[in-house]
Every structure is written in C-alpha cells, then in structure tokens.
C-alpha cells in the first residue's frame, strides 16, 4: 500500500512558478515509477510529467516540455513538480500518482493516487 500526499498548490500570475511536491508513505518507494497529472474542470485527466525509479529517465506532456521538471529524492520518499512560466491553461487540481515497472503516460495503468492539489493561474 502507497499514501501519496500532495503539497505545493496555490494561487499564481501568469508567468510566475510553482514548486509542487508529493510525499509517499512506502517503505518500497525507490521502487515506483511516479507521475504527475492534472485535470481541468470539464476535461479528461492529462499527464503532466513522469519519472523512473532511479530518476535516470523523465518524460513530459507536450503541453508543459521546457517548462516543467519533475524530480525525486528516494531518500526522503518526495517527488517534486516545477512549473516555471505557467500559464491560465495550467490551472488544474494536480495529482501525483505511483505504479511499479516504469513510466507510462496511460492513467489508468497508475495503482496509487493522492487527493490532488489546486493550481490557479491568473492572466
């Protein structure tokens, strides 16, 4: 069993940076690949980011490339979510999600789930 707990939200300008953060209650944490995802009222849950186990392989949406980095510390069981030059179309709650094997953009194919943290982007 996987607790994910998400931190980080807020309320932001355009242009401005968030740094949301996802701590995992597992003692087998080093093991999962972990994923960032977000969902718009009205819209279907988009992937965000993801990350390996060893954190030696990423891979983004295209909608946030050059403009999100996601990284995680296994020694303190953390994933992290930059987001830097954010825009009004960001604005969702953000979940962080965990599955063993590797990355896959697919959300259904994620067996743990946080309960999501706001993003509020205002022009």
């Known amino acids: 069993q996987v607790q994910l707990v998400e931190s980080g939200g807020g309320l932001v300008q355009a242009g401005g940076s968030l740094r949301l953060s996802c701590a995992a209650s597992?003692?087998?944490?080093?093991?999962?690949?972990m994923g960032w995802f977000r969902q718009a009222p009205g819209k279907e849950r988009e992937f965000v980011a993801g990350?390996?186990?060893?954190?030696?392989?990423?891979n983004y949406g295209d909608s946030v490339k050059g403009r999100f980095t996601i990284s995680r510390d296994n020694a303190k069981n953390m994933v992290y979510l930059q987001m830097n030059n954010l825009k009004p179309e960001d604005t969702a709650v953000y979940y962080c999600?965990?599955?063993?094997?590797?990355?896959?953009?697919?959300?259904?194919?994620?067996?743990?789930w946080g309960q999501g943290t706001q993003v509020t982007v205002s022009s």
């Open positions: 999600a965990a599955k063993s094997v590797d990355v896959t953009v697919v959300a259904a194919l994620y067996r743990y």
């Open positions: 597992a003692r087998t944490f080093s093991s999962f690949a």
């Open positions: 990350i390996n186990w060893t954190g030696a392989r990423t």
